[in-house]
């Protein structure tokens, strides 16, 4: 009966959007629109690379939520959103543990959410974000919402935005409403080489300290925001604002791996039975 249960349950709320992207290393789907990147084992790393680039010559804001698992003293190391051409292009995996997943992938920027201190990488004693170029995991500055003792790793979803503004070349990523980035950088002729369609994805890795790390998908907006009526009607499309994941309610569900069981929290569709075409808050 539970297995059928679970069973009904991903029938309802798998989404196809989640299928759009090339998983590597230890990244999985998960039930809803989310994907595990690592799972809470020490060791680990995973990619998840959008199939579709970005055009840099293009308006784009990107939304997800985070989860950055529960240990927060017996946990590591983070995520990073990762924007890259690197050579090995679908197949780019940065190194694990203090690398994110995304040491050494070259032509890149990065945002990092880095859950462990490794002080020869200059990273302060907290949970921190930073904004990083080429593949290099080394900060000088980092915003950790001027709290000695942040932390990420607190059982929580947090919410990610991402914008690029070709005019402008301005750069601004948000955590949980705050803005933790803000610049000018021409993107196209200063890290790409004249390159404007690149990958899009995240990584993230553990080392000997763990935690269970994934993410959720929540709405995009590319060069101007158009509102698709159906938010089932999930696809990718340039001039339309994508909303993936209108109202959420949450899952507790047990994951056997490796004879291991790990909580899962499940962000799922919570749409009214009786209007199945409302529309999703698209305010950012």
């Not at 029938?11 to 759009?20: F, K, M, Y």
């Not at 595990?36 to 084992?41: A, F, G, Q, R, S």
């Not at 190194?95 to 990273?123: C, H, K």
């Not at 610049?183 to 994805?201: M, S, T």
Request: net charge negative; aromatic share 14%.
């Amino acid at each position: 009966m539970r297995l059928l249960l679970k069973l009904f349950l991903l029938l309802l709320i798998v989404n196809p959007v989640c299928a759009q992207f090339n998983l590597i290393g230890d990244a999985d789907y998960m039930l809803g629109d989310c994907i595990k990147l690592t799972p809470d084992e020490p060791y680990a790393s995973g990619m998840a690379y959008h199939e579709r680039k970005l055009n840099l010559n293009q308006y784009f804001e990107i939304e997800f939520d985070i989860y950055f698992g529960d240990k927060d003293e017996l946990g590591a190391d983070g995520i990073a959103f990762v924007i890259h051409n690197d050579p090995r292009g679908y197949e780019a995996f940065g190194f694990w543990g203090e690398g994110l997943g995304y040491g050494r992938i070259y032509p890149s920027i990065a945002v990092e959410f880095d859950t462990y201190q490794n002080m020869y990488r200059n990273d302060p004693a907290c949970d921190h974000v930073a904004y990083l170029e080429n593949g290099l995991v080394y900060q000088n500055d980092y915003w950790n919402n001027d709290d000695a003792e942040y932390n990420l790793e607190d059982d929580k979803l947090h919410n990610f935005r991402f914008r690029w503004d070709p005019t402008e070349k301005m750069l601004m990523v948000y955590l949980d409403n705050n803005i933790v980035f803000q610049g000018q950088r021409d993107l196209i002729k200063e890290i790409f080489a004249g390159e404007k369609e690149v990958i899009w994805g995240f990584t993230a890795s553990t080392g000997r300290k763990h935690n269970l790390q994934y993410f959720c998908l929540r709405k995009w907006t590319f060069n101007g925001p158009k509102v698709l009526e159906n938010p089932n009607q999930a696809q990718w499309a340039f001039n339309k604002l994508i909303p993936i994941i209108p109202e959420r309610m949450e899952y507790v569900l047990k994951e056997t791996s490796k004879s291991k069981e790990e909580k899962i929290i499940v962000r799922t569709k919570d749409l009214p039975e009786s209007s199945p075409q409302s529309k999703a808050d698209n305010d950012f």
